[in-house]
Every structure is written in structure tokens, then in C-alpha cells.
């Protein structure tokens, strides 16, 4: 380029010499700035935070796209961990009356908590989305009364009317009260409905009672 006069030194540009926004993503060749191009401290020498909100972004690497992406807090730490949910608790204020030698489902009307309002009817159902293992506790406390000695009696955690969980907890003619309490885990899918029920055999035949109290309990939480 001819220049009248002087030819003017050559000088490198500087931050000052280019105006903000002046060179878009639009002007750079892709892959042409490197790791040497980018100083260390990039990110190491920026604001140190304790904390971190729900709808604060992360940057993270798309190998599958190999992109950079954001996510949010709380979609990241729900890709890569998990709060044991739906999770829900149930128990009883009031009798139920049980049939003698009769699989009868456990009521419930009184709910500790229901993460994902998947209880409903005496049945936990697998939200939308929400497949996988789940652990399950069962406890629950009868009544036979003085001419209804229990002699056997099971417990038992059914899936969509299949029992996947089930014990015999008696066989005497000595007991008229009884707890016992039955636990373990089942692989679960969308829709699964699942009940707790109890099946008893009294010295009567006249049945017994699940009694109206707190012992009664029925729950369970998604593993992680």
C-alpha cells in the first residue's frame, strides 16, 4: 500500500484500538482460537461464588456434539445425582375391619407426605418419567380381641394385583395383638399402581382388626 511520506511503523493492535463488539463471532474462523490463545486465567481468575441458585448457568462440553453448552443448577445436579423421589408416607386414623382367610388391601387416610401427588386411593403410581427401582416399607399393627386369636397371617406389597413382596409373620394361637412390618425393593415402571394388603387366618374365623394408630404405615421412595 503507497503511503505519502513516512512509511508509519508497524504497531499492534490493542484492546483500546478495537471498539466493543467490533469483532463477532461472524469474523473468526471456526477452531482458530486455541488453548494458546486464551489466557489461563480465563476462568480461574473470575468471581468466586459459595453458592449457586436453581436458575444459575454451568457451562458444560457436548461430547456428542462436541459443543460448548449451559445448563442450569438444577438440571445439572438432577442429570447427575437424584433426592429419592417420589417418595410418599401413608398411615391410618381409623379401624379397618379384615375379613378371616381374605387378601384385603390396606386403607389409608392420612398422608405424611407425597412428593409427586402419586398416592391416591390407597395405590402409589409411577408418576410420568419417573421408572426405575423403588424401596418400599410396609408396617402395620392388628387387633383379634380375645376370641380372635390370629393363628397365621401374611403381609404382602402388590404390583398391579401381582404380589412382588410377601411373608408369613405368624403361626400361633396365643396372639390376639400383632405388628410386623415387611420391606424390599421392586423395579418399577410407568404406571405400576402399587398396594399394601394383609391375610390373616383367626382361631374364630371371625376376622380381625387393623387398628387405628400410628404404627400403621406404608411407603416408599425411588432409588437413586
Request: aromatic residues 10%; charged residues 15%.
Amino acid at each position: 500500500m503507497p503511503f505519502i511520506g513516512n512509511t508509519p511503523s508497524a504497531v499492534p493492535l490493542t484492546a483500546a484500538d478495537i471498539a466493543d463488539g467490533i469483532i463477532t463471532s461472524a469474523k473468526i474462523t471456526d477452531a482458530t482460537i486455541t488453548n494458546s490463545d486464551v489466557a489461563s486465567s480465563i476462568i480461574t481468575g473470575q468471581t468466586a461464588e459459595t453458592s449457586i441458585a436453581g436458575g444459575d448457568s454451568v457451562l458444560i462440553y457436548d461430547d456428542s456434539a462436541s459443543a460448548l453448552r449451559k445448563m442450569t443448577r438444577t438440571n445439572f445436579v438432577a442429570g447427575v445425582g437424584g433426592d429419592n423421589t417420589p417418595a410418599f408416607s401413608v398411615t391410618k386414623n381409623a379401624n379397618q375391619t379384615i375379613t378371616d382367610v381374605t387378601e384385603t388391601t390396606v386403607t389409608w387416610n392420612v398422608e405424611d407426605f407425597d412428593t409427586d401427588n402419586a398416592f391416591t386411593s390407597n395405590t402409589f403410581t409411577v408418576p410420568s418419567g419417573k421408572a426405575g427401582k423403588y424401596f418400599f416399607y410396609f408396617t402395620i399393627y392388628f387387633y383379634g380381641g380375645s376370641t380372635n386369636n390370629i393363628v397365621g397371617m401374611n403381609l404382602f406389597i402388590k404390583v398391579n394385583g401381582t404380589e412382588k413382596i410377601g411373608n408369613v409373620f405368624a403361626s400361633s394361637v396365643n396372639m390376639q395383638d400383632f405388628g410386623c412390618t415387611l420391606a424390599g425393593t421392586i423395579d418399577l415402571a410407568v404406571a405400576d399402581a402399587v398396594t399394601a394388603g394383609v391375610y390373616a387366618d383367626t382361631a374364630s374365623g371371625n376376622g380381625f382388626v387393623v387398628s387405628n394408630t400410628t404404627k400403621n404405615k406404608f411407603g416408599g421412595f425411588k432409588l437413586i
